[in-house]
């Protein structure tokens, strides 16, 4: 606490990000990166980018600011989605993107999300003062989304975010469901945010219906799927009415939340569907082998459609005592050099979130899974 702070800014609890560590010893499975690299496409226009249009010395249009209307990239993202470019908002991060959201959409009824969910979504309900209430996964951790909708006992929700697939669990829902949802929440003119961060992964997009949808507000990234985590760029794809309500937000903030790299870089990655099927095929491929191999050691593993395994150990059958703590899996992890994810939290404390990295990544990952629950066949020697 400082006295200088404000009553607001002492009032907030800050999202936590996973641990970047500076030194490259990790085996990082610990924050949903992709594995592999972006494709080549998006390094040759941020090559372009630099060496400039305006034929000056290199670097030199970074003297300029960027399009604030970005109109390269959502011409891309338009034309790979098939909606308008007026459809498109895109924002510094999908974090962002969600920031501006609840602060467009919602006000003063409670906004819906699961109890089990991305942690970011109450920082921002946090932020902008909106009520929230989370609504309890079924015990199997799937979204139950009768609970989302307006009922005479439940009242009116101030709109609802929904994860497909959702983290940290890796569940996936039917888009016919959501668009269920959304047609019931609009005839009270409430918006649905189908955050889909980790569709490429599996999981039916709803965008492909977003026309049919005024209220409906998908959001993606290019931090998981594209491999772009750290060129921080994410979008909303929905009715124009809505995409105009974020300008409105964004431009009474920082108009220039895209910068020319980001905004070039971006573009080009979006347009790549053939480069990212095959790295989100390579992903989807080793997602499948690790769970099988991780059911073999003794775990119990949620069904993912993301590039993460929600796992808990489960012990030998017969002896359900000798299950491993989460926090003990994720500290024996630590000093084999493995960095995952586990959120300290009721139901799923003894959970890790896995990212799925390479193959040779997993193959040192089941190796000291096998080393630390001392199950045959773990194959320690690698370890
Ligand atoms: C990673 C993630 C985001 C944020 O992505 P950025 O574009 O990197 O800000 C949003 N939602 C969910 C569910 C995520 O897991």
């Given at each position: 606490m400082s006295p200088f702070w404000n009553r607001r800014t002492a009032g907030l609890s800050p999202y936590i990000p996973g641990e970047q560590p500076r030194d490259r010893r990790f085996i990082k499975l610990n924050t949903n990166e992709n594995p592999y690299p972006p494709s080549p496409r998006v390094i040759e226009a941020l090559e372009r980018v630099l060496a400039g249009d305006s034929g000056g010395p290199r670097g030199g249009d970074l003297r300029l600011y960027p399009d604030p209307l970005c109109g390269e990239f959502r011409e891309a993202a338009a034309a790979a989605f098939g909606v308008k470019p007026e459809q498109v908002f895109p924002g510094n991060g999908s974090d962002e993107v969600l920031g501006f959201a609840f602060g467009a959409f919602f006000e003063s009824e409670p906004v819906l999300f699961p109890d089990i969910t991305y942690s970011f979504y109450p920082v921002y309900a946090g932020l902008w003062g909106i009520p929230h209430r989370t609504v309890p996964l079924r015990d199997d951790f799937s979204i139950d989304l009768r609970d989302y909708l307006p009922s005479p006992q439940r009242g009116?929700?101030?709109?609802?975010?929904?994860?497909?697939?959702?983290?940290?669990?890796?569940?996936?829902?039917?888009?016919?469901?959501?668009?269920?949802?959304?047609?019931?929440?609009?005839?009270?003119?409430?918006?649905?945010?189908?955050?889909?961060?980790?569709?490429?992964?599996?999981?039916?997009?709803?965008?492909?219906?977003?026309?049919?949808?005024?209220?409906?507000?998908?959001?993606?990234?290019?931090?998981?799927?594209?491999?772009?985590?750290?060129?921080?760029?994410?979008?909303?794809?929905?009715?124009?009415?809505?995409?105009?309500?974020?300008?409105?937000?964004?431009?009474?903030?920082?108009?220039?939340?895209?910068?020319?790299?980001?905004?070039?870089?971006?573009?080009?990655?979006?347009?790549?569907?053939?480069?990212?099927?095959?790295?989100?095929?390579?992903?989807?491929?080793?997602?499948?082998?690790?769970?099988?191999?991780?059911?073999?050691?003794?775990?119990?593993?949620?069904?993912?459609?993301?590039?993460?395994?929600?796992?808990?150990?489960?012990?030998?059958?017969?002896?359900?005592?000798?299950?491993?703590?989460?926090?003990?899996?994720?500290?024996?992890?630590?000093?084999?050099?493995?960095?995952?994810?586990?959120?300290d939290q009721p139901r799923i404390a003894d959970y890790l979130r896995v990212s799925v990295g390479t193959e040779e990544d997993m193959d040192a990952f089941l190796a000291a899974c096998g080393e630390i629950t001392g199950a045959p066949g773990g194959g320690g020697s690698r370890g």
């Open positions: 009116l929700p101030g709109g609802a975010v929904i994860p497909n697939p959702n983290a940290p669990t890796g569940r996936a829902l039917a888009a016919g469901e959501l668009a269920r949802a959304a047609e019931a929440l609009e005839k009270h003119n409430r918006v649905l945010i189908v955050d889909e961060a980790y569709a490429a992964f599996g999981a039916e997009s709803l965008t492909s219906r977003i026309n049919d949808h005024p209220n409906l507000l998908t959001v993606h990234t290019l931090s998981k799927a594209a491999s772009l985590a750290g060129l921080r760029v994410g979008f909303a794809i929905g009715s124009e009415e809505l995409i105009q309500g974020l300008f409105r937000v964004r431009d009474s903030f920082n108009s220039y939340t895209m910068d020319r790299l980001a905004l070039a870089g971006g573009a080009a990655a979006v347009l790549d569907r053939a480069y990212y099927d095959g790295v989100n095929r390579r992903v989807i491929a080793v997602r499948e082998r690790t769970a099988a191999a991780l059911g073999v050691l003794g775990f119990e593993v949620v069904p993912s459609r993301a590039n993460f395994l929600f796992i808990r150990h489960r012990g030998p059958a017969g002896n359900p005592g000798a299950a491993l703590s989460g926090a003990a899996l994720l500290a024996a992890l630590r000093d084999r050099g493995i960095l995952v994810r586990r959120f």
